[in-house]
């Protein structure tokens, strides 16, 4: 039964993590997103997200999208600087083509800072894509 079950793996979906001025709090903050790279839109968006290392892990946040128009983003959450020194990870899931899609997303402790920043498309802002 379960191996008839077919859940392809999302490809033209991904995550970034950018850099933004917050006009408000007068900071750069680091925001997560969601970008749909897709020539269709993904309906029913869910984002599972959690930090993690050996010793220590996150709440895991849940985050329902909606729907995400073709070549369009929509902001998953603020990230806090203490969280960045873990790994973290966004789990997304969606339907397009009558199909359910899912996809994991890392980004490794460490690797989201200045120093790794390059424009992301269709953002047109400075970030790191996950892997």
């Known amino acids: 039964m379960k191996k008839d079950i077919e859940i392809p793996i999302a490809k033209d979906v991904q995550v970034a993590i ?16 969601i970008i749909n790279n897709r020539a269709d839109q993904i309906e029913m968006v869910m984002v599972v997200s959690k930090g ?42 969606f339907f397009a083509e009558g199909k359910l ?18 424009t992301i498309p269709i953002i047109e802002k400075d970030g790191i894509s996950a892997k």
């Open 18 to 33: 950018i850099r933004e001025w917050n006009e408000e709090f007068l900071s750069k903050d680091w925001n997560a997103y």
């Open 101 to 118: 899609f899912e996809k994991r997303f890392l980004f490794p402790k460490n690797t989201v800072s200045e120093k790794n920043l390059s």
């Open 52 to 93: 993690f290392d050996e010793e220590r892990q996150t709440t895991t946040m849940r985050h329902s999208m909606g729907t995400i128009l073709p070549n369009d983003i929509k902001k998953i959450e603020l990230l806090q600087e203490e969280v960045l020194a873990l790994d973290n990870e966004f789990f997304v899931t």
